[in-house]
């Protein structure tokens, strides 16, 4: 069963996420079909970042405020290719109220992605759809690789 990605289902069946190669990207689609993570491994009112594709770093994180996952690609929409963890795992304000931008300050809501403060002011960050089976949280549709890779560190 799939659901919105700010209310988690729960369902029975096995979960399989394909990233598909994003537009000029010639790298191979690579399966996700493993969990992020269990439901249990993200307390209340934290942030944690994710490398679903083996990147070697996060390129989406998740906030969890009650029983609700918030999954965002880890990319601020001022800049392309600014990662926005002030610190590992931490995306969020000091009151936790907000995702906040590490480079430059940006607020942004966390059931929205919408940016209320900062210079990306109206822009949004990119969702990352999320399934909850079984106590454990997934991919729950086809995820592209992250940033664009540097001249020489493409994978193959
Ligand atoms: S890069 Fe995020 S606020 Fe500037």
Known sequence: MRADRSKPSVGSDRSVA???????DARPAVRVGRPLCRLDDLPV???RGFDPLGEGRDTMFIVRQGDRLYGY??????YDNVRM????DEFL?????RIVCGAHGALFEID??????????GDSLTPVALDLREGE???SHPYAPGLRPRPGRQKT
């Open 18 to 24: 394909v990233s598909m190669p994003v537009e000029g």
């Open 45 to 47: 009112g934290q942030s």
């Open 73 to 78: 690609r880890n990319r601020c929409p001022h």
């Open 85 to 88: 963890a002030w610190k590992k």
């Open 93 to 97: 304000n000091s009151d936790r109220s």
């Open 112 to 121: 929205t992605g919408r940016c209320t403060l900062g210079p990306c002011l």
């Open 137 to 139: 949280v997934f991919l």
